[in-house]
Structures are given as C-alpha cells and as structure tokens.
C-alpha cells in the first residue's frame, strides 16, 4: 500500500471539518473522494500534505509520516495540486513550474521541465509570459505541471475540473489517466462524480466529514446508496 491514512480528524477550533476518516491509495492506483461541499474533502488532502494540522496516522511507502513537515513530504513523494489552482499571477509560467522543483537538488530538473512543455504546448508557447495570460484550463494545467515538476509517486489533486469548460474537463481526466497509466498513484477529490468513479478503482464518499460510504468504485456505480449519501438525503 502506498498511502494508508488511518483515524484521521480535522478540525478547526470548535468546528469538525474531517472525523476519524481512513482511506488508502493502491501502488499506482487512483482512489476518488466524493462529497458534498463542506464534506471534508479539501481539509483530507490537505491534512495528507501536512498544510493542516490532522490526528491520526499517516503512512506513506511504509513510513509514518504525520509528523513531518509538509516540505518533507513533497520530497519523500507526495504532490499536490491545490483547490483553486494557486498559480503565482505575477510570476512567468516557468518560474511557476519550477517552483514544484523548489526542493530538489538534482541536474534533471531542466529535462523535466522539457517533459512538462512536450505534455503541455500551450505552456511552451509562453513560457516567458505571466501565468496571468492563462485562462482557467490553461492554469489547472499548470498547477499539474507544478507538482509534477516534484516528481511525485502520489498526486493529490483538489477539484481539478472546477469550473472548466467541458473540453479541459475531459483534457483533465484524460491526463489523470495517462499520468496513472505511467504509473502515478493519485487521490481525486471530485465533484464530478461520474468520470471520477469512472477514473478510480476505489471511491470514498464523505458526509459531513465522516466516511459515509467506501467502495471498489465498479460496485459503487451500482449502488442506490451512493446517490443517497451524495446527495445527502437519507
Ligand atoms: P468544498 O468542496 O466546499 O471545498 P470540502 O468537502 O473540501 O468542501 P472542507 O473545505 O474540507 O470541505 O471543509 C470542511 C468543513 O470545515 C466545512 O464545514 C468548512 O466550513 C470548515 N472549514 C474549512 N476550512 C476551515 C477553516 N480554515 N476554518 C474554519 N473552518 C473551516
């Protein structure tokens, strides 16, 4: 198992946002977590990233890993691609790559950049230019782009098809799924149910920031339940 999060709990001051959630991610697996807003959704990722303080545990490629600082995490494999994007407006489009490059000490940072441009030509094109020129599907593409450029073994992405158009949100899924066919675990916050099932071999659906349902994603589809805790009415 790559990722096994076991009892983990968010919250903020008096407010629960996640209660004693488990989840795990397969070796080169994708996992979706589906919900409601306010379900939780982004406090899991984000508690997974060590950005907010979570209890519970943590375990990544066989370590405990909850205590570590989120910068330990991206070097020990583990991206994320934020909700929202999170593209520095005022910096070129590749100064916002290799700011996913920040901690590595390695001579392949620039081959990777090279593969970034190869995966992304709208990117290459403007290299030079602000991240402001981008429209929205352009900057998801770049925040891929920016936690790919931390050579992730697992990518932890937050709504990725947020607010795009029906063309980037297939562009969106079908990376998701070349990236994971080149071996990349990832867990999928979606709400876009349906192509994020269709994407992931295992689905979490969270209510209220509890594990309201957890399933091989197969059964899920069938299943009237997940409608229900979806939706939310019980
Ligand atoms: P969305 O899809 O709207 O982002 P979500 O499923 O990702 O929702 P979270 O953003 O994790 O859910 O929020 C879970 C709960 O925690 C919500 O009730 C939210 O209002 C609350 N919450 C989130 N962030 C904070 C914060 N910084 N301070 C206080 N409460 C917060």
């Known amino acids: 198992m790559l990722l096994e999060v076991r009892n983990l709990s968010v919250s903020y001051g008096n407010v629960s946002a996640v209660s004693d959630v488990s989840v795990h991610v397969e070796e080169g697996s994708i996992a979706a977590v589906l919900g409601a807003n306010g379900a939780g959704k982004t406090s899991l990722l984000n508690a997974i990233m060590g950005v907010t303080r979570a209890q519970g545990v943590v375990r990544f490629a066989g370590q405990v890993i909850s205590g570590w600082s989120s910068a330990r995490r991206v070097s020990a494999g583990i991206a994320l691609v934020p909700e929202g994007r999170r593209i520095l407006l005022s910096l070129t489009i590749e100064e916002n790559l ?3 490059a920040y901690q590595r000490r390695d001579r392949e940072i620039t081959g990777d950049l090279t593969k ?3 995966l ?3 990117l290459a094109r403007r290299r030079n230019y602000l991240g402001s020129v981008l429209s929205g599907g352009e900057q998801q593409m770049l925040a891929i782009g920016r936690a790919l ?3 992730p073994r697992l990518l932890l992405m937050d709504e990725p098809s947020l607010g795009l ?3 980037f949100v297939r562009e969106v899924f079908n990376l998701v799924r070349s990236l994971n066919s080149a071996g990349l675990a990832i867990l999928l916050v979606e709400q876009n149910t349906r192509m994020a099932l269709q994407a992931a071999r295992r689905g979490y659906v969270l209510k209220l920031g509890r594990l309201a349902l957890e399933s091989d994603t197969e059964e899920l589809m069938k299943s009237d ?3 229900k805790a979806y939706l939310g009415d019980d």
Do not use: E, H, Q, V
């Open 225 to 227: 339940d997940l409608t």
């Open 98 to 100: 290799l700011m996913g």
């Open 120 to 122: 992304f030509p709208n």
């Open 165 to 167: 158009s029906p063309l």
């Open 149 to 151: 450029m931390a050579r």
């Open 116 to 118: 970034m441009y190869d």
